[in-house]
């Protein structure tokens, strides 16, 4: 055998006797769990979500031993067993971790903040398309003053609210409506001063 074919063989043997390494986390829900130290078989696995399910494969550290095991949220106990001969490193990791029940999204609200640009008083009234309700100002408000009111975000973070105002002028009350539709960031603030003209008749 020639020097260089031995070099070859000594490294196929090398890689081939490798210990199995663990991969890195795979799966949508790696960010959510973390494992803790394992002790008489068992490990505690983590899931930080407040709602929804993670399945998760939890394996000692440079081992093919692994178990696949459904959490919930906050800690569970997770086992895992030794084998035999017993893993001489009982570091665990996450190997997999995926959504079988998504967490439950808390709800987003904008606040609404409005501004009267008129020269009447205006009884500010809102529709909410998003949370399907109607608010009405408790009063009406006068020139320069303002009212604030919320707006239920979607899940990609937009409002979609109509204004029905009733501005009363000397000669009569009459409606201007006013459709928005935008996106906000969550929880974040709309502003908007109204004027007599804008917005349509309704």
Partial sequence: MTRKLALMFATAVAVGAAPQIALACTGDACNAVTAGAW?????TVTDKDTSGKISVKVCFKNSKVCNPWGINPGANS??????KPPV???TVEIVEATYSQKPTK????VTLSLTNGTAWDVSFGVHDDVAKQNTQAPSDVT??????TK???TA???IDVTFSNVIRTKDGSYYRCLEVKTQVNPGGQWSHTFTENEGRKC
Avoid: E
Wanted: no cysteine; glycine share 14%.
């Fill in 143 to 148: 020139k320069g003053g303002s009212w604030s």
């Fill in 78 to 83: 997770v086992a895992l067993s030794q084998p």
């Fill in 151 to 153: 707006a239920l975000q």
């Fill in 39 to 43: 002790s008489n078989g068992r490990v």
């Fill in 156 to 158: 990609d973070g937009f």
């Fill in 88 to 90: 001489s490193d009982t």
């Fill in 106 to 109: 808390a709800a987003s609200y």
